[in-house]
């Protein structure tokens, strides 16, 4: 059977990194988490003071991108590759809420998504891929075999990421995570570069009362079913 590429996109806490990840296990295909990158471009700005609460210095990031090395290294142990920044495991450290409030404004940046767009089309360039992002089916990968597109309230996707942080042993307030998570969305559906879109041929996944394996099972049948035809 031939190998297909699999874009997975969607809103925030949406699971679309949980759910990529068991596919390309299941599939023996490899996984790329695009929202680490973007993260890790965030953490580098931040890091370097471009970007805070006060300001964004756009043209001070876009003049050292080129200074930005991104790559993933599998974890036998954890069974997924993590985000390494210039040689740096950033892993837990772009996922705290402090990333994720700047990570949209970041994202946004034209220049950054081309940069980006460019390292992941080469990463699917001999397909057997999984990718999940916001702009994957519409923009990275526009004639992926099987395009996914998941949603789910605001207030259930605030949920689920508060207890992910809480699970990690943070200090967090949910109305502040459902404000990051409304705040994400409004940014990411009207920004003026590869806005978050459901592509015409995607199939959408409400799991707003959708269990993981449900999911799962959903979308692995499908993918095999397309496979099957090539």
Known sequence: MGKITIAIDGYSSTGKSTIAKQLARALGYVYVDTGAMYRAVTLFAMRKGFIDENHKDVEALVNTLDKIELTFHYNEELEFSEMYLNGENVEKEIRTMEVSQFVSPVAEIEAVRNKLVA???????????VMDGRDIGTVVFP????????????????????????????????????????QRDAIDSDREFSPLRKAEDAIEFDNSDMGLEEQFERMYNFALRVIGKQ
Do not use: C, W
């Open 119 to 129: 390292m992941q089309q080469e990463m699917g360039r001999k397909k057997g891929i």
């Open 143 to 182: 004639d992926a075999e099987v395009k996914i597109f998941m949603s789910a309230s605001p207030e259930k996707r605030a949920y689920r990421r508060y207890k992910e942080l809480l699970d990690k042993g943070e200090e967090v307030d949910y109305d502040e995570v459902l404000k990051n998570v409304q």
